[in-house]
């Protein structure tokens, strides 16, 4: 099973973008979901996550303008992302646990380019 991230792109200052990550196949018991990013030279920082029942936690640089939505039935994640900045810039990846499996899996990562 692979996650299938897409949703990225070239966007100007104050946009919105809209991500989704969707498994290729069936992930039994899901539990928490995530969106990670990543510039060159640094490391993974957590973006968003939330739970499977609905709690959020969000970074300090995206509070007020991103939202992290989930869709249970289709076991997919959004990521919501308004009013975008320059550095906002990265590559998005989300991250599924599943806790009843032990298993933990990556998507393959989605450009997001925030400039004028």
């Known amino acids: 099973v692979q996650l299938q991230a897409c949703g990225g792109g070239l966007v100007q200052p104050e946009e919105s973008l809209r991500l989704s990550c969707t498994p290729s196949g069936t992930i039994f018991g899901i539990g928490n979901m995530g969106w990670y990013r990543q510039t060159p030279g640094k490391q993974r920082d957590l973006v968003a996550s939330?739970?499977?029942?609905?709690?959020?936690n969000y970074g300090d640089s995206v509070k007020g303008r991103f939202t992290i939505p989930r869709d249970n039935a289709k076991n997919t994640v959004y990521l919501q992302m308004n009013s975008l900045k320059p550095e906002d810039t990265a590559v998005y990846f989300c991250?599924?646990?599943?806790?009843?499996?032990?298993?933990?899996?990556w998507g393959q990562g989605t450009l997001v380019t925030v400039s004028s």
């Open positions: 939330i739970t499977s029942g609905g709690d959020t």
């Open positions: 991250k599924v646990q599943a806790p009843w499996s032990g298993r933990t899996y």
